[in-house]
């Protein structure tokens, strides 16, 4: 995760969609997770962006490598290869069905999960590949 705070005292934290979420996944977590704790302590005045990717890869914590070329057809990184243009799009108008419905995606490591995305983010960056950097 990264931290930091700008000279008017906004604070920006950059992290695992899974840890800065405004809600967590009932099928996933059972405890609380940093973006719920924001979001309850600053409600309006706080907002979270989550990142995804339509294709490429990354690894995970533990070293696993995580390729999203073999996530199922219906899910969020599927939609953005077709349904954005664009190298790098955001989103903040959830009005399209895949935002409002629930919808799979990848979460940690290799597991899918399904979210309705407008529950847990403000908006989204969306990139049609991406390939995180190596874990220092």
């Known amino acids: 995760s990264l931290f930091l705070i700008s000279q008017d005292g906004k604070i920006i934290v950059w992290a695992h969609n899974a840890h800065i979420m405004k809600k967590t996944s009932e099928a996933s977590y059972r405890k609380k997770v940093f973006g719920e704790f924001v979001h309850e302590q600053y409600g309006a005045n706080s907002i979270t962006i989550g990142q995804y990717a339509g294709s490429g890869h990354f690894e995970h914590m533990l070293g696993e490598k995580c390729d ?66 190596a874990r220092i």
């Open 68 to 133: 999203l070329s073999v996530l199922p057809a219906d899910c969020l990184e599927k939609y953005i290869l077709s349904e954005y243009s664009e190298e790098v799009s955001f989103e903040n108008n959830f009005t399209k069905e895949f935002f409002i419905n629930p919808l799979a995606t990848l979460h940690c490591s290799s597991t899918v999960d399904v979210l309705k995305i407008a529950d847990h983010y403000d908006a989204l960056l969306l990139h049609k590949s991406g390939t995180a950097p």
